[in-house]
């Protein structure tokens, strides 16, 4: 499986933006899709999650509220929806898949997202 991010950028504090990536194939039903960031210096963390078929969905307490995790099933595409960002949401965001969210084992190449206040 491949995953490519699109939508990153530059934006103002309190815009939005909406990050998509494409799996070039499904597997299993029962994987998940899930965002991660990675601030310039800091650790790689979880940002949201959700499950192909059940639809269930995850948020870091940091972005909740202000993100929205979405897919197309038919597109194979999951969506962040990503509004009233914040100077500390700047990181390169990652698309990964994998059986749950401690199970990551693919990763896309990261789209870079710069609030600027």
């Known amino acids: 499986v491949q995953l490519v991010e699109s939508g990153g950028g530059l934006v103002q504090v309190g815009g939005s933006l909406r990050l998509a990536c494409t799996a070039s194939?499904?597997?299993?039903?029962?994987?998940?899709m899930a965002w991660f960031r990675q601030p310039p210096g800091s650790e790689r963390a979880f940002v949201s999650g959700?499950?192909?078929?059940?639809?269930?969905?995850w948020y870091a307490d940091v972005v909740k509220g202000r993100f929205a995790i979405s897919k197309d099933n038919a597109k194979n595409t999951v969506y962040l929806q990503m509004n009233n960002l914040k100077p500390e949401d700047t990181a390169i965001y990652y698309c990964?898949?994998?059986?749950?969210?401690?199970?990551?084992?693919?990763w896309g190449q990261g789209t870079q997202v710069t609030v600027s206040a």
């Open positions: 990964a898949t994998g059986w749950s969210v401690a199970s990551i084992d693919t």
């Open positions: 194939e499904r597997t299993f039903n029962e994987r998940i």
């Open positions: 959700i499950e192909w078929e059940g639809g269930e969905s």
